[in-house]
């Protein structure tokens, strides 16, 4: 693989408010990224809509996400910040895996049987066919490493599968065209830290998550310093102390989570936190993670406001990074449309 640049791609969904789990469990990781990488952050936007979505909400949220970037501290000047919808690409190469990727291996997603339920034969067909279209978003990029959550990992797999059979099924056209053993590189997840769960704050066996109805489930980073505090002073816990060790933690779901939380805001571990916080009650540890919650996830909070006033320079970002990334995924995609026997 050493013939591919090393390259990070990742998105997040614009669908409603960001909370917590996206900023630790994504948004940190992005930020950390930078240093070592070149790094495209994708708004999703056409991943979005594979569920119904109000135009004037998704506008907001489109806006909303990049801001987030922007405050967390991606430099999209450096780097590269857009909305997927803006490089219309993505779309035609996921069209193009469609026709390499197998029906078996869509079938065998466990994320579309959460989501589509019971109502299996009612979703779209956007929402079975979203893997496709995520590989599409890696590969049209040729990105070689991808921050995700947990939850993403056997999306990942999935294109690492969709790139592997097309550097395999056309491997003659790719070999004579000068693209060595592979036109795809296989992506790599990145999932480390912490925090890769960050769970409800209601259920410690729950993702935190933005359709969680009750409110005091999550943070989110709107959220001022006196309903982040109420909202840690009500999180659940079981009425232990905390332990000294890791060990300590298993089947306390709630004491894992609140742990993890504290770990990934100050950036050390758990077993750090626990050196510090071992045989300490939950009031106690409450309140240091209260003020800890507060001085990272406030002024960001601040910033995002800041910013999302300023609609005009929050699209010119967007297109700006849209503009960059269009080249780099026209660039493939003449040479996928090559390596197919398109006439071009
Ligand atoms: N499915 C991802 C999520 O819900 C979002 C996503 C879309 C993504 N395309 C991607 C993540 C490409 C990484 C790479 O978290």
């Known amino acids: ?57 998704l506008k907001a949220s489109i806006r909303e996400v990049t801001a987030a970037f922007l405050a967390a501290g991606i430099d999209a000047k450096k780097h590269i910040v857009f909305n997927q919808s803006q490089v219309a690409e993505h779309a035609e190469l996921a069209w193009v895996l469609n026709c390499v990727a197998r029906l078996g291996w869509l079938n065998r997603m466990t994320q579309f049987k959460e989501k589509a339920g019971r109502d299996r034969e009612n979703v779209s067909i956007g929402l079975y066919d979203y ?26 797999e999935l294109a690492r599968d ?18 060595g053993e592979g036109f795809f590189p296989l992506p790599e997840p990145l999932i480390q830290g912490p925090a890769t769960r960050v769970m409800s704050l209601r259920d410690g066996t729950k993702k935190m ?20 505090a109420q909202k840690i002073r009500k999180a659940k816990t079981d009425p232990e102390p905390l332990p000294s060790e890791i060990e300590g933690l298993a089947k306390r779901p709630e004491a894992e989570n609140l742990v993890g ?27 240091a993670l209260i003020d800890l ?52």
Do not use: W
Request: hydrophobic residues 40%.
């Open 1 to 57: 693989m050493a013939q591919f640049q090393p390259r990070v791609f990742s998105g997040v969904q614009p669908t409603g408010y960001l909370h917590l789990g996206n900023y630790l469990g994504a948004i940190t990781k992005f930020v950390a990224l930078q240093e070592t990488h070149d790094c495209i952050y994708c708004v999703v936007d056409l991943h979005a809509i594979t569920v119904p979505q109000k135009p004037a909400e």
């Open 261 to 287: 939380i504290f770990a990934a805001l100050e950036r050390s571990s758990k077993a750090e936190v626990l050196q510090a916080y071992g045989g300490v009650n939950f009031s106690t540890f409450k309140s």
């Open 162 to 179: 969709i790139a592997q059979k097309f550097n395999l099924d056309f491997g003659e056209e790719i070999s004579v065209r000068g693209h």
């Open 209 to 228: 998550s933005k359709s969680d109805p009750s409110d005091y489930s999550r943070i989110n980073l709107s959220d001022d310093a006196d309903t982040i």
């Open 293 to 344: 919650t507060v001085a990272k996830l406030t002024p960001i909070g601040k910033a995002m406001a800041e910013l999302t006033q300023d609609q005009a320079y929050i699209d010119a970002i967007l297109g700006d990074g849209a503009a960059r990334a269009r080249v780099l995924a026209q660039n493939t995609m003449h040479a996928v449309k090559d390596i197919l026997g398109f006439v071009r």
């Open 131 to 156: 893997p496709i279209l995520m590989a599409a978003d890696i590969l049209v990029y040729r990105a070689t490493h991808v921050p995700v959550g947990e939850d993403q990992k056997q999306h990942l």
